[in-house]
Nanobody, 127 residues
Framework: QVQLVESGGGLVQAGGSLRLSCAAS????????MGWFRQAPGKEREFVAA????????IYADFVKGRFTFSRDNAENTVYLQMNSLKPEDTAIYYC????????????????????WGQGTQVTVSS
């Protein structure tokens, strides 16, 4: 059984920062990559960032480059999304995702590539 639990969302003013956490439990040793996605009201879920479970090969959506940082705490089986310079358009539910498919060298950006999902955490950025 794999569980992903996000936390750290909240309300912040534009220009502020938040750090989201995603705690993974269960058969995490089989993970190959993890990702963050987000879904704003009335919009489709979209890719934010992803990395190999080893912590390398981190990739970002263009709209978060230079503002968001995806990192991992190996000892705690927890990944983080540090979000700086937040904008009102960053308002969304943020989801953590993971997959164990092997043989994939570059973390994928597509929703269908991820088997395991957290329940999401709300991020609201006020103007």
């Amino acid at each position: 059984q794999v569980q992903l639990v996000e936390s750290g969302g909240g309300l912040v003013q534009a220009g502020g920062s938040l750090r989201l956490s995603c705690a993974a439990s269960g058969r995490t040793f089989r993970f190959n990559f993890m990702g963050w996605f987000r879904q704003a009201p009335g919009k489709e879920r979209e890719f934010v960032a992803a990395m190999k479970w080893s912590g390398i090969s981190t990739i970002y959506a263009d709209f978060v480059k230079g503002r968001f940082t995806f990192s991992r705490d190996n000892a705690e089986n927890t990944v983080y999304l540090q979000m700086n310079s937040l904008k009102p358009e960053d308002t969304a539910i943020y989801y953590c995702a993971a997959d164990k498919t092997q043989g994939v060298l570059t973390p994928p950006r597509t929703i269908g590539s991820y088997e395991f999902w957290g329940q999401g955490t709300q991020v609201t950025v006020s103007s």
